[in-house]
């Protein structure tokens, strides 16, 4: 069972689980300053580099919505089992327990004009659970219309033979 997706003030967030989201957090929030969002001209990898294989950039459709994954880091890829870089959000079926909608994440996001966050769960063996935490951050090629999102994805740690068990990612 998921906890669910939450948009938030960005100068007020949630705790997070994972050191990785709060950092992407900070740096989006340094890089916008006193606008809603920053641009995804102004996202230097170099500046993200320790967390850079947990990242995702994304581009947004308006009609219908959808949103397409442009870069998918290595680490997600090698979690998912699948590289889904140039794939689109509604036609992948994800890991976690409740099949969520992640289309509707980023719609949200996209309504509220603010981040959100999200912590989701996938069964590893029998009863293990482990916690899938992300966060998706819009951006703003002109400063009004979003059309791109940074995210990142974190996951409670794993061992290599837990890695191995988890399903994979694929498309519909």
Known sequence: MSEGFQIFDPSQPPPFRSRRCAALLQ?????????????????DPAALKSI????????VESEPFRVCYRLVGTEIVRFAKFDFTGRYADALNFQD????????YYRQAVAARR??????????DGPLRRWIEFLVCPL????IVIDR????EDYEQLNLTEIDTLPRVFEQ
């Open 140 to 143: 703003s090629s002109d400063g």
């Open 149 to 152: 999102f940074i995210s990142i």
């Open 115 to 124: 981040p959100g966050r999200g912590l989701v769960y996938w069964t590893i």
């Open 52 to 59: 850079l294989p947990h990242i995702m950039m994304l581009t």
């Open 97 to 104: 327990e409740d099949g969520a909608d992640w289309t509707e």
């Open 27 to 43: 740096h989006w929030n340094r890089l916008r300053g006193a606008r809603d969002m920053p641009s995804r001209a102004e996202i």
